[in-house]
């Protein structure tokens, strides 16, 4: 009779570890959207560096390109935009900023 009790035991554990296996992978599965691990297309389309210790980034994922403010110990989202909103406003308004060309100014030597 106990080694009835004990194969039942074995039995129900190899079960509920079983369907935990399962539902991990399937909540992995959804909260990637489908896709497997590493498949998210991603990249870095620009960045800007702040004194002392901190970022911003541009990063495309998909079809949106999240504007992120990047320091030590957090990571902030800025702005999100579509890949057209970035592609037809961003240029423009980069270019046009004072600080940019503050940046660029200190990095071409000045001529006399």
Known sequence: ??????????????GFLTVLVIAAYGIRRWALGGASRGSIPFSIVARLPLPPKAMVYAVQVGE??????????TVTMLREYTVDEWEAHVPTAVASHPVIHLLQSRRSPSSP
């Not at 390109?65 to 030590?72: A, D, M, S, W, Y």
């Open 1 to 14: 009779m106990e080694g009835w009790v004990l194969l039942r035991t074995l039995l129900l554990l190899f």
């Open 64 to 73: 949106k390109v999240f504007l992120l403010g990047v320091t030590e110990h």
